[in-house]
């Protein structure tokens, strides 16, 4: 690797130009291009290869090929990728390398294609499963664990995952899709206009919507665009997606808040159901001429479970066992960490989960016996992939077995774990299986062959391509998907100040736009901004904060809009501070953007704790080149140690305020950022406050309609929002919820702002039915789930018409005392007694001015039932309840109570999968 950097260096500056240019869209060329590379690590690599022509040639022969890379000699390497990240990222300047896209049409993607569909596994007149059966009864022994490889690979690095004798074709497990199709590329619709794949706001912003119906369409619409592009071979070679990340925000530190973004474990549940509906939900044009109907995609719910840490010291998420140590239990898995993937699954019929790296209670996930217990209990008949290699973190990491092979053995069966995400099983499950290792069998296996292929052959891939029809180019980032997404970034934005009604502001004003953030670009589409959103895979067609404030501010001569940046997001140096001041000072008001930012993942990937970042991060704004400091970055592989603002923002914004001038905070970040520094910083003139998280590609657009008031769709948190100190009580490690001081809106008693909560630039007020009487009083456990619909008034009393958002609750209705004898872990530690657990949310979408709108919501036994702290059953209790229905605005009128009476013995309605 030394030998191959100082080579790289010294051709830096001797190298010549061997390569013509590309234009990357043309993805049906192979023309070179020089001093750029397309793509991220490689499914092979090839040595000895003299020219570029050589390079292209063996991309367009491997199936899975979309991009190559290029060195010229000595070093004389060629590098075969599966994906076009980052389009066009130009890393060589002195033009050492060549790289390029594969010429002609990808293959197919189908199997029992003429001549070769003359197999029982092609019959369309047959069952699914028996198809399924007759087509892994035809695989070869030798075959069957690299088809169980996701991405293909060999021990060779180039054995893909075709049965050429069988006339099925490889096949790519691994395309990852989160708030967009990662990877996809720009395409020609009929009219002639290049359209990008529908890129959506971050985690926490869809979360902060509580709007089922536009999360299931926002699916929906990745889901079809999937589909176009498999069609039209742009680089993607499956219909499976991993994502989305269901993971909760159990701790703002963690890198990856951005993927999730929920604290509340039935929100999550909710809006993953919400979601694999609208992903894998079969569509009208795909069935029009068949008897079963197709799934759209298989979605691939990550990842479970308990995976929340990174690289938080002295662990990394290679090597964390989430085990009582850490306060993790039967009771906490169910209570929280398994929720939504328990809700997805049964409510969903999600049809994949990805493993995690980290162990619970002892057992690497992979390796848990919890699949199994989903299957019987939840109904799951899905597959099940690990993540990267995670496999091998059971010996590696975990030190769980001795030997890849062991590891390999208890995966496959005890974990049904079907697909592995690296190379352990095509190196180690034959001979596991060879030597019995565990037990393990090729019964095992095959299980695993039918999981897999069972998926693929509801996806229609081994019938008849002219049986159904296929979305394409015109599907592709349409006008009615880019709607879809501005909206879900207005409602992702939450109001959390707006003092003496600052908002909405008035066009035809001197604002200045400042703050390290007020020109951002990319940062809008974080985590992950790899799908490109303008045509040249730049992101220079994004609308800016700035320029979104003065399309529409800027109505007369008098008016104008302009930005000066002051500091950069960690930089110390207030070089820039006298030049935004003295803007400021000229304005009218103050539009401050503040915050953090992530840079999807660390390229070193699996860092050890507490070592230096290669440069993974760099500063885009005034200072070029600078590295992020590592207590402020959030991304995978990497957790953050402060929840703190930078100083150098703080300090800014001091300054700021003591101008007097009305001023506007929008914040992006996405785990929490600290407030409590900021809103106790003196002002003397009114100040609002916006939580924008990473809004997606029309965020700009959205805070601006927002700040002005052509919009009033606000969420609400979707998080807790802790002091800066919370931190130093709470360690990362700590996965128990009831430890003190608490985490999340269920326990943690003194937030800055709490989970649910957001303004609106109207006034509400919510009434409940004038008696308690009726059906909430005669619930009873023998008939937990019939249910007692509930109808609650939402009231418009103010100026403006928009959205609301009702959030139930409920409580005992006798709550303990936590300062009263608190109760202790064997450990000593203090345990909390709950505040209020959500049990159901409504999103009410444009309520006029003086109107009223009624919301029905189901009350039952089941819906009150608990999770038992010794066993992890859920079961459905006697007793009084509070039902708190609470439109999160913080004043009196915006929560109204019910109480509710269960009657009747213990039933256990579930029981906790017998995995630990």
Same mark, same amino acid.
């Given at each position: ?451 897999? #292929? ?426 009084? #309840?509070?039902?708190? #229905? ?25 029981? #906790?999968?017998?995995?630990?």
């Amino acid at each position: 690797m030394i030998l191959f950097r100082l080579l790289s260096l010294f051709f830096a500056f001797t190298g010549t130009k061997l390569c013509y240019p590309l234009n990357v869209a043309e993805a049906a060329q192979c023309t070179t291009f020089s001093g750029a590379t397309i793509g991220m690590s490689q499914i092979a690599t090839l040595f000895n290869i003299s020219e570029a022509q050589q390079c292209c040639d063996a991309c367009t022969s491997n199936d899975h090929c979309v991009a190559w890379t290029w060195h010229q000699p000595p070093i004389s390497t060629c590098f075969l990728k599966d994906n076009r990240l980052p389009t066009g990222r130009v890393v060589d300047k002195k033009n050492h390398t060549c790289s390029g896209l594969r010429s002609g049409p990808l293959p197919s993607g189908f199997a029992c294609v003429p001549p070769m569909d003359n197999f029982p596994f092609c019959d369309v007149t047959k069952s699914v499963k028996d198809r399924v059966l007759d087509l892994v009864g035809r695989i070869p022994d030798a075959d069957k664990a690299n088809l169980l490889t996701a991405r293909g690979l060999g021990g060779d690095g180039q054995h893909m995952q075709a049965l050429p004798t069988l006339g099925v074709p490889a096949y790519y497990w691994g395309t990852n899709c989160l708030h967009s199709l990662n990877g996809g590329s720009c395409v020609r619709n009929s009219n002639n206009e290049t359209r990008c794949p529908t890129n959506f706001p971050s985690g926490p912003s869809f979360g902060a919507t509580f709007d089922r119906d536009l999360i299931r369409d926002m699916a929906g619409v990745i889901g079809q665009e999937l589909r176009a592009m498999f069609h039209l071979r742009k680089g993607h070679n499956s219909l499976d997606c991993w994502g989305p990340v269901i993971n909760l925000n159990r701790d703002p530190r963690w890198g990856r808040n951005g993927e999730g973004g929920l604290e509340d474990a039935y929100a999550m549940g909710e809006l993953a159901t919400a979601w694999t509906q609208g992903f894998q939900h079969p569509r009208a044009s795909l069935n029009a001429n068949r008897s079963e109907p197709l799934l759209q995609g298989v979605i691939t719910l990550k990842h479970m479970a308990a995976n929340s840490l990174e690289n938080t010291f002295p662990f990394t998420r290679h090597t964390f066992d989430a085990n009582s140590t850490y306060g993790v239990s039967p009771y906490v898995m169910a209570d929280y960490y398994l929720k939504p993937f328990r809700a997805a699954i049964k409510n969903g019929k999600a049809r994949g989960v990805m493993c995690s790296y980290n162990a619970v209670l002892g057992v690497p996930t992979c390796l848990s016996p919890v699949i199994a217990g989903a299957r019987d209990q939840w109904g799951f008949e899905g597959y099940v992939t690990s993540d990267s290699d995670s496999v091998n973190d059971a010996t590696s990491g975990h030190h769980y077995t001795d030997t890849p092979v062991e590891a390999s053995a208890i995966a496959i069966s005890t974990g049904q774990c079907d697909i592995d995400s690296g190379d352990t099983y095509n190196k180690n499950l034959m001979a596991a299986v060879n030597g019995r290792v565990h037990g393990v069998s090729m019964a095992d296996v095959d299980r695993a062959l039918f999981n897999t #292929f069972k998926q693929r052959f509801d996806l229609g891939l081994f019938d008849p391509i002219d049986s159904y029809s296929w979305p394409g180019a015109d599907d592709v980032g349409t006008d009615a998907s880019a709607a879809l997404s501005h909206t879900a970034s207005q409602e992702g934005l939450v109001l959390l100040r707006n003092d003496a009604s600052l908002l909405p502001l008035t066009a035809g004003q001197r604002i200045a736009v400042v703050g390290p953030h007020a020109n951002a670009t990319k940062v809008l589409m974080q985590p992950y901004p790899f799908t490109p959103f303008c045509p040249d895979s730049s992101y220079d067609c994004l609308v800016t904060p700035t320029q979104a404030i003065a399309s529409i501010n800027d109505i007369n001569a008098n008016a104008w809009t302009r930005m000066a940046a002051g500091c950069d997001l960690f930089n110390t140096s207030e070089h820039g501070f006298e030049e935004a001041l003295a803007l400021a000072r000229t304005a009218d008001v103050v539009v401050l953007g503040l915050g953090i930012e992530t840079c999807g993942m660390d390229p070193a990937h699996n860092l050890n704790p507490g070592a230096r970042r290669p440069g993974a991060c760099f500063q885009e704004k005034m200072t070029t080149g600078y590295v992020f400091p590592d207590e402020y970055l959030e991304l995978e592989a990497h957790d953050r140690t402060t929840i703190a603002l930078p100083p150098v923002q703080l300090s800014f914004a001091r300054q700021i305020l003591a101008l007097g001038k009305p001023t506007v905070v929008f914040l992006m970040n996405a785990g929490a950022v600290a407030l409590d520094d900021l809103t106790a910083l003196p002002a003397t003139a009114p100040v609002a406050i916006v939580e924008a998280f990473y809004p997606g590609p029309h965020g700009g657009t959205a805070l601006a309609e927002g700040l002005f008031g052509k919009h009033n769709k606000w969420g609400r948190l979707p998080y807790t929002i802790y002091p800066a100190n919370w931190t130093a009580q709470t360690p990362m490690t700590m996965h128990d919820l009831r430890v003190a001081p608490g985490r999340t809106y269920r326990y943690y008693r003194t937030p800055t702002y709490p989970f649910g909560f957001g303004l609106s630039l109207t006034s509400w007020t919510v009434e409940a039915p004038g008696s308690d009487s009726g059906c909430l009083a005669t619930l009873n456990t023998a008939t937990a789930t019939a249910t007692c619909t509930v109808g609650i008034t939402v009231h418009n009393t103010g100026s403006a018409s928009g959205d609301a958002v009702l959030l139930m609750y409920k409580k005992l209705a006798t709550q303990t005392n936590p300062s009263a004898s608190p109760k202790k872990n064997s450990k000593g530690e203090t345990i909390l007694s709950p505040i209020r657990e959500l049990i159901g949310f409504e999103r009410v979408k444009d309520v006029g001015v003086g109107a009223t709108a009624t919301v029905n919501f189901n009350v039952s036994a089941a819906i009150l039932a608990a999770v038992d702290e010794s066993s992890g059953d859920l079961i459905a209790l006697s007793g009084r #309840f509070i039902i708190e #229905f609470d439109i999160g605005t913080g004043s009196a009128a915006s929560v109204t109570t019910l109480s509710a009476t269960v009657s009747g013995a213990p039933v256990v309605l579930e029981s #906790f999968p017998k995995a630990y």
